[in-house]
């Protein structure tokens, strides 16, 4: 069975540059198949001990405008858990959002260039602008084993989801965030106070086709409050990171 024979007891020490180890033992388990109490070493690393790298995990998120995902995926890149992947728009920048930081806001002219330039993983209209991923935001991170977090709408994940490359689909994880009520959704997309009211309807109406979406997702967050919402959204990409798909022995 070769590096499957080994007893794998533990994942330790997981942190955001995702140096961890697990311990496991290179020799035969116990007599009779009972494990000893030298199976278990405690305290520092043992030799037997090896490192192992994880392949970065792609985790997309949707849900309809003021489902607050995109709170969700800041604040994960904010806490140095994944980077985020900054879109390409034709849209207008909102009050205080930062080129460059919130969004690469570009003409359509310019959109096109990098259409025709081959930099998208995926691009959608979306409530009446271009939205686009740059491969450079997403496959540059994975190939270094970090772990990307993308806000995309329905329309980009099912091309993600569709996309033949062996490192884009081993790496995703996609999710879904649905509003606790439509009254909820409607609060939150006023409570911005910086979409006109025409806007404000479009997304409305466009959330309503959206929410049918989510039965194409792996996972689904109903939304209760932020920090609820938040801990759920964390723990899965924590818990991805635990697949041993993603996980290879470093040879010594
Ligand atoms: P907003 O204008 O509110 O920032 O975003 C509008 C919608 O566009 C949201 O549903 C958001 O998830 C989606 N979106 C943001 N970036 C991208 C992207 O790169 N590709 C696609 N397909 N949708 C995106």
């Not at 496959?139 to 709408?153: P, S």
Request: a negative charge.
């Amino acid at each position: 069975m070769g590096e499957r024979a080994v007893s794998l007891t533990g994942v330790y020490a997981s942190t955001a540059e995702e140096n961890f180890h697990v311990r496991f033992f290179v020799g035969p388990p116990g007599q009779g198949g009972k494990r000893r109490k030298e199976d278990f070493p405690r305290g520092p690393i043992h030799p037997s001990i090896s490192p192992v790298t994880r392949s970065g995990i792609l985790y997309l998120v949707s849900g309809p405008s003021g489902s607050g995902k995109t709170t969700l995926c800041r604040r994960l890149a904010q806490e140095g858990l994944a980077h985020y992947s900054i879109s390409c728009t034709t849209r207008a920048p909102r009050e205080g959002e930062v080129n460059g930081r919130d969004y690469h806001f570009l003409t359509r002219e310019e959109f096109a260039v990098e259409i025709e330039a081959g930099a998208f993983l995926e691009h959608a209209e979306v409530h009446g602008n271009c939205y686009g991923t740059l491969i450079s935001e997403v496959v540059d991170f994975l190939d270094r084993g970090q772990d990307v977090v993308m806000d995309i709408d329905v329309q980009g994940a099912e091309l993600v989801r569709a996309c033949a490359d062996p490192v884009i689909r081993a790496a995703l994880v996609d999710l879904f965030v649905m509003p606790a009520t439509d009254e909820e959704l409607e609060i939150r997309l006023r409570g911005r106070g910086t979409d006109p009211e025409d806007v404000i309807q479009l997304r409305l109406d466009n959330a309503r086709t959206e929410i049918t979406h989510w039965t194409g997702y792996t996972y689904l967050l109903l939304s209760t409050d932020r920090e609820t919402d938040y801990t759920r959204f964390k723990n899965l990409l924590l818990t991805e990171r635990m697949r041993c798909a993603r996980l290879t022995p470093v040879s010594k």
